[in-house]
């Protein structure tokens, strides 16, 4: 290979992640048009960059516009072997305690994605594909995680939570802002039929030092989620303790 055709690939590489940074906050999507004006790249270079990522199913097209592929979030699973094989144990440990769904999440942001997860046994339960994305402000692992953001990072981010998926989803900055202050206070977040109907969720932050941010959480139907709360919510916190002990040696 010779110097300018490693130079080129380079290149090439470079402007691709500065269109992929360019869409990780914006779920809803750009058009070409936005996206060569952001990236300041020209727009026939975005054009073909694009058409090779959708190709590789890193990026996607919709009515709305370009936007993050599937592919990025499986790489994303994939990329926290660590502390997934860490907290398997006590996940495991917590699905059978409580017999509701576990979900592991890694923070991105507007959004957070599901790297593992330990499936309830009933017959009426909550499940999701792992690498499934979740609005970061109507989901308890989002919002757990939104906890731990700086009041400059939250202002930043706030733009971007818009989605709504059911009638309950806090949609006002304000109210998301109150209940975001709340999670700080008492250390937990809570879900109640904000991302789906029927189905609701508690999570709490896990400290696992530096660098990619998750969150533990239960996922379960509605008409169990009150009455079973006081016991997961102290399952939980046992988990976290114990996830958080073997991050720890």
Known sequence: MSVETETNGSQVIARAATILRALEDRPAGLTM???????????????????S????????????????????????????????????????????????????????????????????????????????????????????????????????????LKEVRTEKTLQEAKSLLK?????RKQGYAIDREEHARGVCGISVALQTGAGERYALAIAAPALRFDEQFTHLLASLLQAKAEIEALVAR
Do not use: N, Y
């Not at 936007?67 to 502390?83: E, N, V, Y």
């Not at 109507?138 to 953001?149: P, R």
């Open 53 to 160: 990522l959708i190709a590789q199913q890193l990026l996607l097209q919709d009515s709305d516009g370009i936007k993050l592929g599937p592919a990025l979030a499986r790489l994303a699973a994939s990329a926290h072997t660590d502390i997934i094989a860490l907290a398997q144990p006590a996940m495991a440990t917590l699905g059978r305690r409580t017999r509701e769904t576990v979900d592991l999440c890694v923070w991105r942001g507007s959004h957070t994605v599901l790297v593992s997860q330990f499936v309830s046994d009933q017959e009426l339960r909550v499940a999701s594909p792992v690498s499934t994305a979740f609005p970061s402000h109507c989901a308890a692992h989002g919002k757990a995680l939104l906890a731990e953001q700086s009041e400059e990072a939250l202002a930043s981010l706030l733009p971007q």
């Open 179 to 183: 209940d975001i202050a709340a999670t």
């Open 33 to 51: 048009s936005a996206l060569a004006k952001i990236t300041e790249l020209p727009r026939t270079t975005v054009h073909r960059l694009v058409t």
